[in-house]
């Protein structure tokens, strides 16, 4: 995502029924180092079908408008220490290697 992005990933926001899961959330951000914010309304894919057809109608005046709709509902901070991380990291890529031979 960084790469793509071109800057650094300061926080990631989840949506979906597995955002729900706290323990996934929490892993997330350990694996990650970085903060991982759940919103409040975790179906949010319909919902931002819904602003954008909003938007290009005129019903709501701009982006800042419906941004200003998000609301985060809980934030997991990562506790994991780095050298761990790296190690899960290092088999969760040796796992990805062994599935695709």
Known sequence: MQADAGEPLRELRVDGGAAVNDLLMQFQSDILGKPIVRPVDVETTALGAAYLAGLATGFWKNVAEVESFWRAERRF???MHAEKRERYFGEWKNAVA???K
């Open 77 to 79: 901070e990562p506790h």
């Open 98 to 100: 062994r599935a695709r």
